[in-house]
């Protein structure tokens, strides 16, 4: 039985496609879901630098946040939403163990050219240290 499914999400069309399969999986087994995002930070990161790539994370999130929220809230879903900074596969991993997720569901790449090549290695990452179920969605 899955009690409980992180979801991460960077705004790309694959994270949108991750999204709505999850809340659909959600809907089925009645489950809570977390909404992760993950800011990353520049290298190496600085106290000043990580504050504001946080404020920035936040209004942009934030405002990507609503429409997840309504969609979520058609199927009688309430999910929380949480904004990390770090190393995007890091951050997944380490949120789903804290959460105990049974499952996280994401998107098999990002937004950009850059972001394709990372998100891909992301996602690989997190399939190889998560410790429940990993959906990545194309």
């Not at 990452?125 to 410790?131: D, K, L, P, W």
């Amino acid at each position: 039985m899955i009690k409980k499914i992180l979801i991460a999400y960077d705004g790309s069309k694959e994270s949108e496609k991750a999204y709505t399969q999850a809340l659909d999986i959600a809907s089925k087994y009645a489950a809570q879901v977390v909404v992760l995002s993950v800011a990353r930070p520049s290298e190496p990161p600085v106290a000043v630098e990580m504050e504001a790539i946080l404020e920035a994370a936040t209004d942009y999130y934030q405002e990507q946040f609503k429409g997840l929220k309504a969609k979520a809230a058609a199927l009688g879903l309430e999910p929380r939403f949480e904004i990390r900074v770090g190393h995007p596969a890091e951050q997944i991993v380490h949120s789903a163990d804290e959460e105990e997720a049974e499952m996280i569901v994401m998107g098999h790449r990002g937004g950009g050219l850059m972001q394709k090549f990372l998100l891909g290695s992301v996602a690989r990452r997190v399939m190889i240290y998560a410790h429940c179920t990993v959906v990545v969605v194309r």
